[in-house]
């Protein structure tokens, strides 16, 4: 999963904002039901509109516990991003609540949108593996010190560093240009791609995106749909009320 995707973070609680995002160009959403008021019932419509427009859709759980991951992946999402991942240990627990046996324990209901609502034909199990993108938030210098066993687990596709919670570990928080940081991205990149593995951060502005594009990540995220239109709106009118 190492080609070029981008997307946003998804704060607003709207299926029809996600299809906005999907049909202005984004690659795919992250819905986040970590932070924010996105409950289930929203969530299944926001998975439903970006796959409208054939683009991608990952939720973002709160916790890596069996209750939340078992719901998620009965929307169809394309995938769960893991926040909070301290190490191997938490990584090994992701992929063995999102796949099915023999890769792991995922619960299985074929009568939800991931089943098609039907029985479901043998060869299903082994294509729901390989369709589920699992991506994991690294935000702790644990994860970091790991990072070479958690590449090894062929089922991770994306590491994504969570640069602020990131320069808070690194006792600098919101200092996300630091060097500490930055070369613990650098080092995410170079690793990631020679596993065949996408690497994640987010971004604010294309030369940003150009630059860690430059470093290897292929997993850009831009902003949140929130900040977007906020930031769109601010400008407009600042401009507009000072000139």
Not at 76 to 86: A, E, L, R, S, T
Not at 195 to 219: L, R, T, W
Request: with cysteine.
């Amino acid at each position: 999963m190492d080609k070029l995707q981008i997307g946003t973070w998804a704060e607003m609680p709207s299926a029809y904002v996600t299809n906005v995002m999907a049909r202005a160009g984004f690659d795919f959403s992250i819905i986040d039901m970590e932070h924010g008021v996105i409950d289930f019932n929203i969530a299944q419509d926001m998975v439903f509109a970006a796959r409208a427009e054939g683009k991608g859709a990952y939720i973002r759980v709160p916790a890596i516990e069996e209750s939340w991951v078992t719901r998620t992946l009965d929307t169809g999402c394309d995938g769960i991003i893991f926040p909070q991942v301290k190490g191997l240990a938490d990584a090994k627990e992701a992929v063995r609540l999102c796949c099915f046996a023999p890769e792991g324990e995922r619960g299985f209901n074929p009568f939800v949108p991931a089943g098609g609502y039907h029985k479901v034909s043998g060869d299903y199990f082994e294509k729901e593996n390989r369709r589920i993108k699992i991506g994991l938030i690294l935000e702790g210098t644990e994860a970091f010190s790991q990072l070479d066993e958690i590449l090894k687990i062929p089922q991770i596709s994306v590491l994504y560093v969570g640069q602020y919670d990131l320069s808070i570990a690194l006792g600098i928080p919101g200092d996300v240009t630091n060097r500490k940081v930055l070369d613990l991205m650098a080092l995410t990149a170079k690793k990631a791609s020679a596993a065949g593995k996408s690497a994640g951060c987010m971004v604010h502005s294309v030369k940003e995106a150009k630059d860690v594009i430059a470093q290897g990540f292929s997993f850009i995220v831009y902003k949140v749909d929130c900040g977007i239109l906020y930031d769109c709106v601010h400008e407009f009118t600042e401009g507009v009320r000072n000139d």
